[in-house]
């Protein structure tokens, strides 16, 4: 009788460690599991930044749509173009084939050409993108209902539709356009393209970068291409990082200035020989007077390059060191005063073990939550900004803000000294710490995302959010907008 109660209880300490181990796992499984369809608005937890709040259950309710945020309804566009997106095998310039998308046929897509002031008008066509697709113009600080992002901004394109963009071009620079649905998958097959807002000039180069089936590329074209531009000429060489990767480009051959990042000016560039690190969808124009003897752009290793001029330049590799924007040029008013800030947020990257919709796994976390527990940094109109990034999960972080651009005001605590450091893509090195500050201008409901698109996916997506906007739209749903 005693061995019979001795095995029972055995039995029932066996059943409780399970049932310790086994409930937390089941509980944590269930919380981690992201709805099939929810609206963006309503997701996370809200952080005002220490400044006046709004219940979001009310914005729910009331408030301007997204929707209503266009750009203009009237007006004969300037530049009116179509663009049709197709999911088909084609080939690089250089030859290869590759089975991914093209834009109007071909990967990059085609350029787009505006000036400031200008109306641009395109007319997106789904021809054969199975999971839909978006135009999404990164860097363009648009109007929200033109940002291209599925499932927050509009619903994805499916085959066999079209959606039109409007907008007018504010700011000249270098950008690029993308699709914004499923886009981890559909960038990295080609879907993607350059545009430029400035006039054409006699030395400008564009030059697109992107990785094909394991193949880096500049304009679709593998090993060192070339653009003939004679000695003397000025050259502008608008350099594009399509990638998921920080990227060191520079021109070898002769001194130049980095005159622009991120298509916003800099203030008092000087020569430099060193190599520029461009963050996963960042832009760098550089500019220098084209020698006899030629020059070279390389994009991360002389294999992969573009050479200038009228003639090919000696063997070199870029050297070590690197441009750094936070001493770079030379200081100029900011338009605004970060210290009188109304708004002070943290947006801590790490990372931990747990569940992610149901899969185990190490996943990125903002300030300690996982997607889609996330913060939502809630702003007003007008509102001065200030924002602490800080990285310590063990990988770098291209961080992309949608529809702003903010100034760099230090990095791991020394303050910026160089030109003001406009930005809409920046890199984030593990255990980094960046302030950055801007003016709350473009009402909506913005993406504030890593640039990696596959950790985008992988949940380090987070949101910018006016109070008093709503949106129509939902991720999932009958239109099944999959953003990233």
Not at 37 to 53: L, V
Not at 80 to 87: C, I, W, Y
Not at 438 to 459: E, I, R
Request: proline fraction near 8%; aromatic fraction near 8%.
């Amino acid at each position: 009788m005693a061995e019979v109660k001795k095995r029972r209880w055995g039995r029932l300490v066996a059943l409780g460690i399970t049932l310790a181990v086994l409930v937390p796992l089941g509980y944590l499984w269930a919380t981690s599991l992201v709805p099939g369809s929810y609206n963006p608005a309503e997701m996370g937890y809200a952080d005002y930044g220490g400044g006046p709040s709004m219940p979001m259950e009310h914005m729910q309710h009331s408030g301007t749509s997204v929707a209503d945020l266009t750009g203009p309804k009237t007006g004969i566009p300037n530049v009116n173009v179509t663009l049709t997106a197709r999911k088909q095998k084609f080939q690089l310039a250089s030859g290869e084939t590759v089975d991914g998308f093209t834009v109007n046929g071909t990967s990059p897509g085609p350029l787009i050409r505006a000036r400031v002031g200008d109306l641009i008008q395109v007319t997106f066509v789904n021809e054969s993108v199975p999971d839909g697709a978006t135009l999404h113009w990164h860097g363009i600080d648009v109007p929200n209902a033109e940002d291209g992002v599925a499932g927050v901004t509009q619903d994805a394109v499916p085959v066999g539709g079209k959606h039109m963009y409007r907008f007018k071009a504010t700011a000249a620079g270098t950008y690029w356009y993308h699709s914004h649905q499923v886009s981890a998958d559909e960038v990295k097959g080609g879907l993607f393209g350059p545009i430029v807002i400035a006039p054409a000039s006699p030395g400008e180069v564009v030059a697109t970068i992107h990785t094909y089936d394991g193949k880096r590329t500049i304009n679709g074209r593998t090993g060192t291409g070339r653009v003939d531009l004679p000695a003397g000429t000025t050259a502008r060489v608008r350099v594009i990082n399509t990638d998921n990767a920080i990227l060191r480009v520079g021109l070898v051959g002769m001194p130049f200035k980095v005159v622009a990042v991120d298509g916003r000016d800099i203030h008092g560039p000087t020569p430099t020989t060193a190599a520029y690190p461009l963050a996963a969808g960042g832009r760098v124009d550089l500019e220098a007077g084209v020698p006899a003897g030629g020059m070279r752009l390389d994009a991360g290793t002389s294999s992969t390059s573009l050479a200038i001029g009228p003639a090919d330049p000696p063997k070199a590799e870029l050297p070590a060191d690197n441009v750094d924007l936070l001493t770079y040029g030379t200081p100029a008013p900011l338009g605004f005063d970060p210290a009188k800030a109304n708004r002070n947020f943290e947006y801590r990257i790490g990372r931990s073990a747990g569940f992610l919709d149901g899969i185990p796994g190490l996943w990125w976390t903002i300030n300690g939550h996982k997607f889609p527990d996330v913060p939502m940094f809630m702003v007003a109109e007008g509102d001065i900004v200030k924002m602490k990034i800080s990285n310590t999960s063990s990988q770098a972080h291209p961080m992309h803000l949608h529809g702003h651009h903010v100034v760099v005001l230090s990095r791991n605590g020394v303050a910026a000294t160089g030109s003001p450091w406009w930005t809409d893509t920046l890199e984030v090195g593990n255990k980094e710490t960046y302030e950055i500050a801007f003016v709350a201008d473009n009402p909506g409901l913005w993406m504030d995302h890593c640039h990696n698109l596959p950790h985008a996916s992988q949940g380090l997506v987070t949101h910018l959010m006016y109070e008093g906007i709503t949106t129509p739209y939902q991720v999932g749903g009958h239109s099944h907008n999959e953003p990233e």
